[in-house]
């Protein structure tokens, strides 16, 4: 792929011709070198970066809200060769979601997939690698993209980052692909023992029993279901259950009265009978055996008044008893009443209650129904758990065999393809020497053996690189790699911003423009990059005028200035968050 042209429908619109090959700079310069007359003006925000995000936006990034907002009846358009042959795209920002290649409508999706089918050498079955996510290799489109080597789209996942990465450095990306499948199947497992543990059943268990006497209490539960489901089969509903349960009640009650009765008349009979056994204190004989043996005779009429008195008490005596006595038989006729009421009514009870033990009600029946569905649920929710720990146990330990032997193959494969990274090491390395002198420096391909989704780590190496413009360098180096390596692809250039030149020393830029413009030409490719003013007036210092002119001067392809707003790349007045996707 190889970029001719970006335009507008604005006719205030920049347009920009890329060189087929070589360098091809955009400029921002201040419109008077006299710095004392502009001190305010700057060639920042003048439009070169947003260039970059042009590019990306005719090449079917997601959607720019602020293009949509701010830019309404606006049309971009990107010329490009393929295998050179020539394409147009043109995208609105008001309609993003179509795209006119050659006039003919797609969807964003249909017009990358079609990218990705003439550029890229993409496997059928290979996930996660489409033309979006491997443009960003070649074309960094956003600030962060210059954070590091491999940090091309800041929210990229490391294992996205390293498949993608993997593919344009000529790895086996099946083997990374296979080392993923493996740790999601197992994370698969894990989430669901996870979920499982964050149910309420399963959390409420293991707070009541002993994990490590699991498998006891899932027997004990067991148990309990079996017993329960024995005792439901025998269990006998009666209907009338609480209505006999009140009968019952009800019999005792008065059973209860009853015996309080019998015991009432009992009572009486008893008084009755102590009544009866009374008797005159002192019988007349008595009284005349008394005055005798006293030796004193009581005169005949005291006698007549003793016996008188006598036969007055035996008839008041003979009286009550007879009353007494005919009281007596009344309370013992009442009292056989009471108590053979009571035998029948003790019998109905013991009926009752006899048929009470032999049925159960039938809220008791449906409380134990309920109870044992309660049982079976936990029962089953826990003994899913168990078959999904054991089932997580065994996986695990058949994935971890899986994982080893695949770190044997890729130990295996990286052996047997010493000399692909090698070549990838000597490109990046006679890159780098171009900048620094013995300096240690290479492409690192190391296997990632731990049990994770990354198959391959991927470090981009100089010595002493912690510095702002040897990382920079480092990015320069490693895009060039990609891009000269030709794996799998058919990019014919690299688009960098002048956030790359920012931390770089002016020696160094120079050695940049220079590496850049032998490659670009030896090897009929584009380098496009955006430059300020201040980095030219260095370069120029640095190089001969002859050597300025032939790779810088020669090779502007737009000038753009703070002189005015027409002197911007849209030609109009207008603040853009154009830095997102």
């Not at 335009?7 to 955009?26: V, Y």
């Not at 009429?301 to 006598?310: G, H, P, R």
């Not at 240690?440 to 002493?464: H, P, S």
Request: charged letters at 35%.
């Amino acid at each position: 792929m190889r970029l001719i042209k970006l335009s507008a429908n604005n006719p205030g619109f920049k347009t920009i011709e890329f060189n087929r090959s070589g360098l091809s700079l955009i400029v921002g310069r201040r419109h008077n070198n006299d710095y004392t007359q502009n001190k305010k003006d700057t060639y920042n925000s003048v439009g070169k970066s947003l260039s970059i995000a042009l590019i990306n936006f005719c090449l079917g990034s997601q959607k720019n809200p602020e293009f949509e907002t701010k830019l309404p009846d606006w049309d971009f358009s990107l010329q490009f060769e393929i295998d050179d042959i020539p394409y147009t795209v043109t995208r609105k920002c008001n309609n993003q979601n179509i795209i006119y290649l050659n006039d003919e409508e797609k969807s964003l999706k249909e017009f990358t997939d079609f990218l990705a089918s003439k550029i890229f050498n993409i496997p059928d079955s290979a996930k996660y690698l489409t033309f979006r996510s491997l443009l960003p290799r070649f074309i960094r489109p956003q600030k962060a993209s210059y954070n590091s080597f491999d940090n091309f789209i800041p929210e990229e996942q490391e294992f996205q980052r390293t498949i993608n990465n993997a593919f344009l450095l000529g790895l086996d990306i099946f083997l990374i692909l296979r080392k993923f499948n493996l740790k999601d199947e197992l994370d698969k497992i894990e989430d669901m023992r996870k979920a499982f543990e964050k149910d309420t059943i399963i959390k409420t268990f293991f707070e009541q029993n002993d994990d490590d006497d699991f498998e006891i209490d899932v027997v004990d539960l067991k148990l309990k279901i079996q017993k329960l489901e024995q005792n439901l089969s025998k269990f006998e509903v009666a209907e009338d259950y609480h209505e006999v349960v009140k009968e019952a009640d009800d019999l005792k009650i008065q059973i209860k009265m009853l015996d309080n009765k019998t015991a009432t008349i009992k009572t009486a009979i008893s008084n009755i009978d102590k009544s009866l056994d009374i008797t005159p204190d002192i019988p007349k004989k008595r009284i005349e055996q008394l005055y005798k043996e006293a030796m004193v005779s009581l005169p005949d009429s005291v006698i007549k008044q003793l016996a008188e008195v006598e036969e007055f008490n035996k008839k008041i005596l003979d009286n009550r008893s007879q009353r007494l006595v005919k009281e007596k038989e009344g309370f013992e006729k009442k009292l056989y009443e009471l108590e053979s009421l009571s035998k029948r009514l003790g019998k109905l009870k013991d009926v009752k209650l006899e048929y009470l033990n032999s049925k159960s009600a039938l809220d008791e029946f449906t409380k134990m129904n309920e109870q044992l569905k309660e049982l079976k649920i936990k029962f089953d929710s826990i003994e899913k758990y168990r078959q999904l720990k054991q089932e997580y146990k065994s996986k695990s330990e058949e994935l971890k065999r899986e994982f080893s032997l695949e770190n044997t193959k890729t130990s295996e494969y990286l052996e047997k393809n010493r000399q692909l990274i090698e070549s990838n090491i000597l490109i990046f390395k006679a890159l780098t020497e171009e900048f620094y002198e013995h300096k240690r420096a290479g492409i690192e391909v190391k296997i990632n053996e731990g049990i994770n989704k990354n198959r391959f780590e991927i470090k981009a190496k100089i010595d002493d690189d912690k510095g702002d413009g040897v990382n920079d360098v480092k990015i320069f180096c490693f895009d060039w790699t990609l891009l000269l390596a030709k794996h799998n692809h058919k990019m014919k250039f690299i688009f960098h911003d002048s956030r790359l030149l920012s931390e770089i020393d002016s020696r160094q830029q120079a050695t940049l423009f220079n590496v850049a413009y032998e490659k670009t030409i030896s090897n009929n490719l584009q380098y496009i990059i955006s430059a300020n003013q201040n980095t030219l007036d260095s370069l120029k210092l640095e190089m001969g005028e002859d050597e300025y002119n032939k790779i810088i001067s020669d090779h502007i392809v737009l000038e753009l200035t703070d002189e005015s707003e027409e002197s911007k790349l849209l030609g109009i007045k207008i603040d853009l968050d154009y830095d997102k996707e």
